[in-house]
């Protein structure tokens, strides 16, 4: 039986326009969703899929660019939330802008009912491999590899109400950087632990966890929908295998919106993505 991320990302080729062109389908299940609508960090996900497949797909097996075409990740993507999509089918245009050597550019447009509810850019190129040049201090230096025995597991909590993706994935808050369970404010950083169920993370998992905290707004007592405008993930490297680690936070909370960050770390402590996200502030706010 295949797991709830296995199947969210089952796409099935329905048209192809011209060489550099083709549209897959996908079903979103309602365990991706924040509240009524799709989890955006999940979407983009999709989008990730969507590019490295049609990359394939749109490479000859003849042409001398296949191998590689096949190898490529897509190390930056740049999305625009037009319409906050539901848990339903959904298509996704990619075409391809430039095919480069180094780095080659699609766009992948997620469509639902006939209008486009997602806009991404993605730049394809290889994963980084070997050793850092340099590596800054993080605040998950300090922070074990596996989630600590006082963790707050969101599955079975009453955040499992909002955010539905307890059957895709174990996740474990600290409860350091999480007050709002003890009726208290603080700093706007979330850290946690989050791992794919029945498998180990891949790339396109990484995806998804760029966008998994709950609102760091929430750390100050701001609760609510808090919709994403736009969303860029940077991806590195192939995660290893085990628990990954994210520190969510923000510099400015400002009266309509702010922005939040994710790093995400291995089990190694290798940066595998690092993000950034507008949101709005919630509307009961």
């Known amino acids: 039986m295949a797991s709830k991320l296995d199947e969210v990302r089952a796409l099935t080729e329905i048209g192809r326009t011209g060489a550099d062109q083709v549209t897959y389908r996908a079903v979103i299940d309602p365990v991706f969703t924040i509240g009524p609508k799709v989890h955006g960090g999940s979407l983009q996900m999709i989008v990730a899929r969507a590019a490295r497949r049609a990359l394939a797909d749109l490479t000859p097996a003849d042409d001398p660019r296949a191998s590689d075409a096949v190898t490529k990740i897509p190390v930056a993507i740049s999305s625009d939330y037009l319409v906050a999509p539901d848990a339903a089918e959904i298509d996704f245009v990619v075409t391809i802008r430039k095919r480069g050597r180094t780095v080659t550019v699609l766009t992948v447009d997620a469509v639902q009912q006939g209008r ?10 290889h994963a980084d491999s070997g050793p850092s040049h ?9 922070s074990p590899v596996e ?11 009453p955040i499992a109400d909002v955010i539905h993706l307890g059957p895709a994935l174990d996740m474990v808050l600290d409860p350091a950087t999480f007050p709002l369970v003890r009726g208290e404010k ?16 891949d790339i396109e998992f990484a995806v998804l966890v760029g966008d998994i ?13 808090a919709p994403t405008v736009q969303l860029t993930t940077y991806l590195r ?18 009266p309509g919106m702010f922005e939040e960050d994710h790093l995400v770390v291995d089990s190694t402590g290798a940066v595998v993505a690092q993000t950034r996200q507008l949101a709005l502030i919630p509307a009961a706010q």
């Open 116 to 125: 486009t509810v997602v806009s991404s850019s993605v730049t394809m190129a």
């Open 213 to 225: 905290s709950p609102p760091v707004v929430m750390n100050l007592a701001i609760f609510g929908w």
């Open 147 to 157: 989630p600590p025995a006082d963790g707050i597991s969101v599955e079975g909590s």
């Open 237 to 254: 490297r192939h995660p290893a295998p085990g628990w990954l680690r994210f520190a969510a936070s923000s510099t400015e909370v400002g």
């Open 186 to 201: 603080g700093e706007p950083v979330v850290i946690g632990w989050v791992r794919p169920k029945e498998a180990e993370p």
């Open 134 to 142: 340099h590596s800054s201090p993080s605040v998950l230096d300090d």
